[in-house]
C-alpha cells in the first residue's frame, strides 16, 4: 500500500531552522506535533496561564487539521505535557470547551520543564479523517 504525505509548517521560526514538520498527513492519518503556544513573532501567547495555552494550541491543532481536509471530531488522540499537575483543571476546562462530545483518547503527563518557563503546556494531537462515531 502506498500512501501519499504531505508536511505541514505552522509558520513557527524554529520548524525551517531545525527542519521538523508540525503536522504531516500520512493518507488519511494526520499527526500534530508537540506544540507551544509560542506565536509566530516568537513570543509565549498567555504566558504562565495554563488555560489560555491550552486553548491557544488546540484551537491551533483545529485550524492545522482544517488545512489538511480534516475536522475536529476527526481527533483521536491528544497527549498534554504540563509543568505542573496542579494545572489539570485549567487544561481540562480548555479541552472540555473543544472536545467534550467528541471524547478522543486524552492522556495528561507532568514533565519537569518546557522550553521556556513561562511555557507551561505542550501539546500532540492524532487524527484519522473521515472516521464516525458510534455509540457503544
Excluded: C, W
Excluded at 8 to 24: D, F, I, Q, T
Excluded at 28 to 47: H, L
Excluded at 78 to 88: C, L, P, R, S
Amino acid at each position: 500500500m502506498e500512501l501519499e504525505r504531505i508536511n505541514y509548517a505552522s509558520g513557527a521560526p524554529l520548524e525551517e531552522k531545525a527542519g521538523y514538520s508540525r503536522m504531516v498527513k500520512v493518507g488519511p492519518f494526520i499527526y500534530i506535533g508537540g506544540t507551544t503556544s509560542v506565536q509566530p513573532d516568537g513570543s509565549v501567547y498567555g504566558e504562565n496561564d495554563p488555560y489560555a495555552q491550552t486553548k491557544y494550541v488546540l484551537e491551533k491543532h483545529v485550524d492545522l487539521l482544517k488545512r489538511a481536509g480534516a475536522q475536529k471530531e476527526d481527533v483521536i488522540r491528544i497527549k498534554v505535557y504540563t509543568t505542573d499537575m496542579k494545572y489539570g483543571q485549567a487544561i481540562a476546562k480548555a479541552y472540555t470547551e473543544i472536545f467534550k462530545f467528541i471524547k478522543p483518547l486524552f492522556t495528561m503527563v507532568g514533565t519537569p520543564m518546557l522550553n521556556r518557563p513561562t511555557q507551561l503546556v505542550e501539546i500532540e494531537t492524532d487524527a484519522v479523517m473521515g472516521t464516525t462515531l458510534v455509540a457503544e
